[in-house]
């Protein structure tokens, strides 16, 4: 099918999905004619203009007919403007005089004369427009002329009556370092044209320094403004203040106003304090309550001053590190807005249970999201929370419904792994319910962007996916080079294969990628080289963030260097690595040939096998006592395990020693939770919490914590840390066991570790997931496989005559393992051991 057949189609559904009950059908172009105008109103300003012509432009190319752009009363035509300038609309009264929230309203509404297009500002004129031209198949995927979708439709009619407004008054996917130069231009076109530029400008960045430095005269004076830091006033450019300071506060404030008298325009600014620690020590500042009160006391006292002169402004502050657990004295002004992080939370509190915190006080929330950071992903595939699909229709509704009604989301310009996220995180912040339509946006932009190549590509998307696991990265790059191999072959346009081809490139960067690191020596800084040539040479592409991994790669790895003379701010020309020469066909055949002989797939030599049902003690199986127990060592982040009552009431004693990472020790006390699989009796649910603690303080001390289960069966109890590592152990005998499921992961444990697990009778091949380290024994201590050096991957080895029905360990094992062909659980001991019911039974009567 060719293209201009697939944009056929795909035009027809999206009018279909654009009709509404009230609407009439208008007829805008047939048979190379337009059949309306675009019209403005003779005071229009500029910027309607501007909006009225890019709209028949567009009309004009998607039709291949002439659309005129002419002034009149908005009854005929296509009516593009804000509603004062079309005051015989009588159904657009509304938007007239808007509140701040109100400023990206807009009405889209056909009838037989012609369209709305209507705005209460000028931006959500703007935002009406591009709405439009996205119901009749117009896209802008990604940023940059190769994702820019203009489909062919002479026949042009559509049946539409809404009146929009974003969920999210202000939604922002912006670049940690920055945009270069030649990406800037193409991010601030795909943020208009997918309806993501705020309506409200929040200013929530770390404030304190900038207070510093434009009031320096009066800190120089009073150096008791500086917060007290074991006896000493902490005078540095980002130190946090003395908020107890009435004087100090009242200044800032009075600040704060001034900063609105020289820009009345504004809509905001930030309270939030600067970065990490250093709060003030002082009698005074401790009375005031938890940090955040005294953070919170600064932002109250700048929204008053504020708003006595400006009504409506806003001022808005994180919930961030030390100052992310809600107030116990203070109440927010109703002017501040609280933007809840995502990450780097402290306290021990959950973001669930910050945002309740603070929504109970009648907050205003926002969210401080983390898409992609570039120091933590490298713009690897499903990496980011930005690559991850369904945390972002999980997540952008749930914010929304807990409260939040701003989201900052830091981003990269990284658009090969994370671009389909953004777009559809661009959607779904517009409009929540969207997320209950991921699947149709992902199969539009499929379709759209691949047409008959659409099918290899689902799979390439899927591997990119950070929804799905990707256990081998090798197999992961070798699906991708594949999948784009397929697709070439399928594409049936130019436009389609220059979207393979930048493509093409991201999979090259990922492969170069995974070579530097894991080279070492001297190869490493060859593969290093090679790498940020070819980053600099794809930029424009803006499928990788090559200034981002330009200006900070070499930083953190010290085993790699720059020359002077190719730092990234030396420029093209006068620097050896920097090349814009164009890509060959032949170099992009040879990059797919390459990555394809390069990364096999996986093939595994053994089928997994599912054990269900219900958890019972191996007593039955007369298994030895093991000779030597087994050891987890601590874990980090979240430890699951699981164990059995089978006589009621019964308490289970956990001998827990939190904060094992001495500079973690600020992210709260271990939390321990119980729940009932099965759920308790009186429920009829699946789950049910039964108990929770917090007792116990990471502080490298063990404590004691005692589970109380009042009811026969299995429960789940989960250990949770702020990563600041957690030993978690038992009195011996007792029946414990530790998931290691395909679907569950084990607790990752930081130190190596031995455990053993059950080989049913008639096994004949032990199958599992893992690598980085450890041995495989078999029932009499004989080593059968190594895992050391090893790259994590699917592994096997065959059950020697003698060996099944026993149990066998591993020894030194580091990182988590799945066991795939045999009961999914290890245990510290046989007499601790627990199996699936029916594998006892089948093998205790053999």
């Known amino acids: 099918m060719t293209t201009a057949r697939w944009m056929s189609a795909i035009v027809g559904s999206v009018l279909l999905f654009s009709r509404a009950a009230s609407a009439e059908s208008v007829l805008l172009s047939s048979q190379g004619k337009a059949r309306q105008t675009v019209t403005t109103a003779e005071n229009a300003t500029q910027r309607v203009r501007a909006a009225a012509s890019t709209l028949a432009d567009y009309l004009s190319r998607i039709s291949e007919a002439k659309f005129e752009v002419v002034t009149g009363d908005g009854t005929t035509g296509i009516a593009v403007g804000v509603a004062a300038d079309f005051p015989q609309l009588s159904g657009t009264k509304m938007l007239l005089d808007p509140k701040p929230a109100e400023r990206e309203r807009y009405l889209l509404r056909s009838h037989p004369k012609g369209i709305w297009l209507v705005g209460a500002t000028e931006l959500a004129v703007e935002n009406a427009v591009w709405d439009l031209l996205h119901r009749l198949g117009y896209r802008q995927f990604f940023p940059g002329k190769h994702w820019e979708i203009v489909p062919r439709t002479p026949e042009l009619a559509i049946e539409v009556d809404v009146d929009e407004s974003p969920n999210y008054l202000s939604r922002r996917i912006w670049y940690g370092f920055g945009p270069w130069d030649y990406a800037a231009e193409p991010y601030r076109d795909w943020c208009a044209k997918n309806r993501c530029v705020p309506g ?59 900063r609105f008298r020289k820009d009345p325009t504004r809509d905001s600014i930030s309270a939030d304090p600067s970065d990490g620690g250093g709060w003030c020590e002082c009698e005074q500042c401790a009375k005031l309550g938890n940090v955040t009160d005294r953070a919170l006391l600064l932002a109250n006292d700048m929204a008053a001053a504020v708003n006595q002169e400006f009504p409506g402004k806003l001022v808005g502050m994180y919930a961030y590190a030390f100052h992310s657990p809600p107030p116990t004295k203070v109440k927010p002004h109703p002017q501040v807005v609280i933007s809840v992080a995502t990450a780097f939370l402290k306290g021990g509190l959950s973001l669930e249970e910050i945002m309740k915190g603070w929504s109970d006080l009648g907050t205003v929330l926002g969210v401080r999201e983390y898409y992609s950071v570039n120091t933590w992903d490298r ?69 759209r962007a691949f047409g008959p190549a659409k099918d290899p590509m689902a799979e390439f998307y899927r591997q990119i996916d950070a929804s799905h696991p990707h256990l081998v990265t090798t197999d992961q790059i070798g699906r991708m080079f594949r999948s784009l191999e397929a697709a070439q072959k399928l594409a049936d346009t130019p436009e389609i294969h220059d979207r393979l081809d930048d493509l093409t490139l991201y999979a090259r960067y990922v492969d170069l990628y995974t070579r530097y690191a894991n080279a070492k020596d001297a190869p490493r800084q060859a593969a290093f080289e090679e790498l940020i040539r070819h980053a ?146 009186d429920t009829g649910e699946k789950e049910t919490l039964i108990s929770e603690d917090r007792s116990v303080p990471p502080d490298g001390i063990e404590r004691r914590v005692t589970l109380k289960m009042s009811e026969a069966g299995t429960y789940r109890i989960t250990v949770s840390d702020g990563n600041d590592r957690t030993r978690v152990t038992w009195d011996a005998g007792t029946a414990m066991v530790i998931p290691a499921a395909a679907d569950s992961a084990m607790n990752r444990f930081y130190s190596p ?25 078999d029932a009499d201590g004989k080593s059968v496989f190594s895992l050391n050096d090893r790259e994590a991957s699917y592994y096997s080895t065959p059950v020697e005559k003698g060996q099944d029905g026993r149990l066998w360990r591993i020894r030194g094992g580091r990182g988590p393992l799945q066991l795939l062909t045999v009961p999914p659980y290890f245990a510290r001991s046989s007499e601790e051991l627990l199996l699936p019911k029916d594998v006892v039974n089948r093998d205790s009567t053999r």
């Open 200 to 258: 409200i400008e929040l200013s929530t960045g770390h404030s304190y320094g900038g207070f510093i430095r434009e009031l320096k005269a009066d800190f120089d004076q009073h150096p008791e403004y500086y917060a007290l830091v074991k006896g000493e006033r902490n005078i540095r450019p980002e130190a946090k203040l003395c908020l107890s300071n009435e004087d100090l506060r009242r200044r800032i404030a009075r600040h704060a106003v001034d």
């Open 536 to 681: 600099y040479r794809m930029r424009t592409t803006m499928l990788v963030h090559t200034k981002a991994l330009y200006r900070d790669l070499a930083g953190r790895d010290k085993s790699v260097k720059i020359p002077e003379d190719c730092r990234w701010n030396v420029a093209e020309g006068k620097n050896p690595w920097k090349s814009s020469e164009p890509f060959s066909t032949g170099e992009l055949t040879a990059y797919l040939k390459d990555g394809i002989e390069r990364y096999p797939l996986v093939s595994l030599d053994f089928t997994p096998i599912e054990f269900d049902g219900e958890l019972v003690s191996a007593r039955p199986l007369n298994l030895p006592s093991t000779s030597q127990p087994g050891d987890t060592g601590p874990g980090r982040g979240k430890q699951t395990f699981l164990t059995v009552v089978e006589k009621a009431p019964a308490n289970l004693t956990l001998k827990i020693t939190g904060g094992l990472i001495t500079h973690y020790r600020d992210r709260g006390n271990v939390r321990v939770e119980l729940v009932k699989i099965g759920g308790a009796s």
């Open 379 to 447: 713009d690897l595939p499903a990496r980011a929370r930005g690559s991850n699909i369904d945390y972002l229709k999980r997540t952008i509704p749930e914010f929304h419904a807990k409260g939040a009604r701003y989201l900052s989301a830091e981003s990269s310009d990284n658009w090969g792994p994370n671009g389909l996220g953004y777009y559809v995180a661009a959607r779904l912040l517009w409009d929540v319910k969207e997320s209950t339509r991921t699947d149709a946006l992902i199969d539009d932009f499929l379709t």
């Open 753 to 777: 570790w031995t455990l053993w697990f059950y080989v049913p009778k008639g096994t004949k091949t032990v199958g599992l997931f893992g690598g980085n380290g450890g041995e495989i024994l």
